[in-house]
């Protein structure tokens, strides 16, 4: 395919690599570039140089981000959110009828369940044009149907070219209805064993089964074959995440979790999942936005080895220095065959079910692994934070509270000018944070939402949405940042001009429920599904609730969005551990007016027994910093307790913020933290 | 065996038989009267006798009462709570040679799964000695162990010879696992698949895995080869169950039924409960203690037919009359025989796989049968009673709580007095029931602790336990009816004298927690797993709380547990509709000390819109009538909410109850319901 001119040419090129004695071809460079491209922008763009060398000549370094910057622009076709034009279907489906199947499924997904796949697994994006979070599509021979949540019913009919698919919802109309419905007698319907988990697939082979369909593993991935500018995979250097910052190297987690495997009965474990990797490791990387990982798989043995699965060229000397003897890197074309061979020596493996590709599963059990079907091992040690993670994540919230705060002070001063819109308080949120200690970017794209669109719960602001801050109107802002000592997730909701009584009722009730689970004392063994109630119930008195959990995992540097813990109605049984960290963030939205969410980051942590304490409680120590705006408040509909823990809170803001900001931004804080009382605002 | 005599010797037995112009023969009656005497005694003790004939000459009837009391009296023989012989083992284990297995598994359970086994369902007891309602035996040829849980762990020391089984707890030291570190390796473990479920064998077979140990079904059960004096099956006339308190005739019961299954594309749906069939054909039975079901199996057709397999001695003319014609009455040994005829016509073919014995999956699916695991498809319309259904229960609750009353106003004269014990009071309260209208018995045995016999959850008490109701003490009585217009379940917990401010304190935690779930506003679609957490915030907060769950499903003159409605910290998943009825029990329990309970049972119901509800909600309404001991209530911790619903709460019984009952109740219900404050009891 075509490419872009760069300052040299590749005899130019070639020759400074040979001055600065190095011995990477051009073809090398251009690989990795092409990879880096295809990786998110990261906070140092040259960062990367250092898998070419440790130091690089000022023109060679330029050389090299220009590379990357021209493989940037040309990957980004056929990604660009609008509907994706008629003959890639067309192609896909010669490719099905080459490949002697009826049927293909494209999820939007990567072998690892990312929450956001990297460019090159954007096959849905490709084929339909949707450019949302989450939905699959089913092509059948004649027909073809994409497959969205509630978010996205309004957007798909943007996005996708309605005379080729049809639109259908996730829930009401499965996929598995759908193919039962639809897809002939005897059909072969192909999915790529990569993207599916073998939980996944159980409920889609339903649907074929009830109409005489068959579901068979394809590989490669036929949409592969056709998509001639695939993205390459990403690359971006694997950092080590130093001791200081991870308080536990990673030979003492790699013992711990041998010692579970031991336990367990199991000769290893396979992990899948990036965070996890990185958490046992102590390594992170750049290939996904947001998210400090890098794309790998690996297999943990119960004697303590474990033999990771990754492009070495990630990875920088410092980094295989720091991963030691015990760990053995190898490329992720040799993964299928470790499987094999831990299945020829009939041993017994641990798999997660619900997040491991089915191409795993079906490589253990046709070399004769035994398959224990596991959580895995990773994630509940990497939920409860040690010492020094939280010590960390208290800091990193401190700088990101002050960060906050500066960008709520000028929001007060600004926003009542009317000159204010969306895009650009997402702007200075980031200046506000750009600068900050240890910052490594955004945990997640920043939801600004002026009036009606802080309703949608998932919004993200484009100059087509972008709406100014208007007087009477609510501003829902939901932001994070990452920082080498921790990750912030923290959401604020505020008043522009006068709001109305309805506004003030109906957040007091979130801040009611907020309280309740910031305040909430329970017995050690409490799951989050078991607290999510207390969020709610103020709300559910005056016939009202919100249609999203309560709170999420967070990492250290690491995802946003982790498990086990979590705080919903369902799926949320895992018991909350001292060391967890969660966010609490309940929230009300009136479609086509307004949102209402406040969302503070809490640690899960054990109480000092009290008198008369007969079991072991636990509650929570709120992370975030950041004032609750007092215009909304309406102290008459809650409890002393409640006025006394919102006083208390912003006490704590105001002692430790105050010192770290201007002083404009001061003055706004003491109006902000000020005490409230019963009879009104003080 | 032996048996005592009877007035009558079989000749002259045969001979008024003919007089009465009867065709029955002695041996036909003798056979019935056996399985009468393994019935529970029935509040009307000749109500089989519609078995023999409509109307018998009194005389005769005499004659067929003391065939049973003979029966009765022979057939307790080797369950008495005591260890059992040793020789019983040593038979088993005999028998196991013959069969060809290493091991063989003995749960306390029979083919429905019911609470409460028949006694000829009673082998543990028969094996071991151990009486209590839960546990199981494992025996293999050299050991044998027997697994309670923590309720009973006391208990088992004292009634099995611990020589010959080792006692294990049940959920701490599975069966699973005590298999697999004791089964040799290619042992083979035979289970009567009539006891168990396919999910309950899973865990076992996972066991049975680690050691290369085999499960395998065993038929008949090799411990019903060496008991031989096994009570026979239990025989109980089947009742009609009219509309009149139905509320829906058995026809449109069925109908309803066969479209679920049309729908779900399923041609039948196998039913091995006795209350969902009870429910499902308006029949009622005295197989069970304190449960008015008739043991039985059906097969429900998507065509709207049954089969219902019983007994059919079991149903008098009038009863066959009521089932009509589109139910097919079979004998039981018919029924796998039906299961065949269904897996021959390849029949996609509903089991609930939680609660059907593994023989019934193992015959439709040898037979080529397509299993569904559903949920059993009467459970749900079963739990939403009708309006009929609700009104019977709010009259029977009148009924009850009138009954309580008598016996709250009595113990709070007696007691004192130093003269009432937990038996005696067990027996008043009895006598203050089995007056009543529409009574039919206990919905479960009266649990009646003093002192520290209550906290102790599921107490019973007995002659070795038994105790005197003393000042300073608490005296907790849980304690429920079935009449035929509902089934109740309730329990108080009043002060014998003075009680301490610690008893006051905890009290009052465990009435918040009761009242919060008695006002408790939710939306359509919340679980009971959802609103457990309110019943127990207020003793979170003093670091309490109670290890049971906080309420069961009630069913209509049915079983006092049933689901799927439940409220608890797990396995609570079940959205409540309105019509279910739920008991709301929470409770706190100081070991050697005290037990605390409020249990009332509340209706779901829909909550009439509000101003500004944006939702459908659902709230509940209380059914039981009995006064909430003031004595122990502390309104210093009490909200102004709360307080109002206890004076709401008494003033309405007082009102309802007030002109049912003598004088002397009147006068202690009018002290006992007196309106309270924040700053005392008024």
Redesign the interface.
Known sequence: MARSQTFLGDTALTEALNEAGLAISVTEIRQIARGVAAAPPAVDPSAWHCLVAEDLPVALAAELSALVTDDRASSVSGLDGKPAPAHRLEALRGEMVERGIQGFLVPLSDAHQSESPPRNAQRLAWLTGFAGSAGIAVVLADQAAIFVDGRYTLQVRDQVDLGSFLACHLIEEPPADWIAANAPKGARIGYDPWLHTVDGLTRLRAGCD?VGAELVPVEPNPLDSVWHDQPAEPISPVEVHGSDYAGRNSADKRRDVARVLADS?AAAAVLTAPDSIAWLLNIRGGDLPNTPVTLCFAIAAADGGVALFVDPRKLPPKTVAHLGKDVTVRPIGEFGAALADWGAGKKLVQVSANVAPSWVIDRLEAAGAGIMRTPDPCALPKACKNATELAGTRAAHIRDGAALCRFLAWLAAEAPKGVVDELGAVDKLYACRAGGELFRGLSFETISGAGPNGAIVHYHSSPATNRTLEAGTLYLVDSGAQYLDGTTDVTRTVAVGEPSQ?MCDHFTRVLKGHIAIAT????AG??G??????AR?AL??????FDHGTGHGVGSYLCVHEGPQRIA??FA?APLHPGMILSNEPGYYKTGAYGIRIENLEIVRA?P??D????P?LGFEALTLAPIDLALVDTSIMTIQEIDWLNAYHARIREIIGPLVDAQTVSWLYQATRPVSMSGTG
């Open positions: 009830r009965g309805e909430a004392s329970f017995p409490t799951s599904g078991q607290l999510d109630t207390l119930q559910w008195q005056a016939g009202l609730d109605k369902r049984d109480t027994p009290g008369g304490d007969e079991r409680m």
